[in-house]
Nanobody, 115 residues
Framework: QVRLVESGGGLVQAGGSLKLSCTAS????????MGWYRQAPGKQRDWVAT??????NVKDSVKGRFIISRDNAKNTVYLQMNSLEPEDTAVYYC??????????WGQGTQVTVSS
């Protein structure tokens, strides 16, 4: 069974950077999609970025600021967040889609950007 553990959230001033990490335990292949969603207070969970062996994609509103990457040897996906804005404040959730399984979610990590 796949489990995800996230780290790297915190409090940062606007314009700053944070790097989130998410490590999967269990059987994961490079072809299995991994990525990030976020949920701001009072809002629905919103897709941010995905990466798999076929490539990666990020939400239009964070393109040029957020970079998703992956280390398959470590079963870890990263989200480098630069030029952070107060609107990026949210709980960030890692996800993974195991082969033949349902989506697995991490516990979430809080990112707070102060103005």
């Amino acid at each position: 069974q796949v489990r995800l553990v996230e780290s790297g959230g915190g409090l940062v001033q606007a314009g700053g950077s944070l790097k989130l990490s998410c490590t999967a335990s269990g059987t994961i292949f490079s072809s299995n999609a991994m990525g990030w969603y976020r949920q701001a207070p009072g809002k629905q969970r919103d897709w941010v970025a995905t990466i798999a062996s076929g490539g990666s994609n990020v939400k239009d509103s964070v393109k040029g600021r957020f970079i998703i990457s992956r280390d398959n040897a470590k079963n870890t996906v990263y989200l480098q967040m630069n030029s952070l804005e107060p609107e990026d404040t949210a709980v960030y959730y890692c996800f993974c889609v195991p082969t033949g399984g349902t989506v697995v979610w991490g516990q979430g990590t809080q990112v707070t950007v102060s103005s």
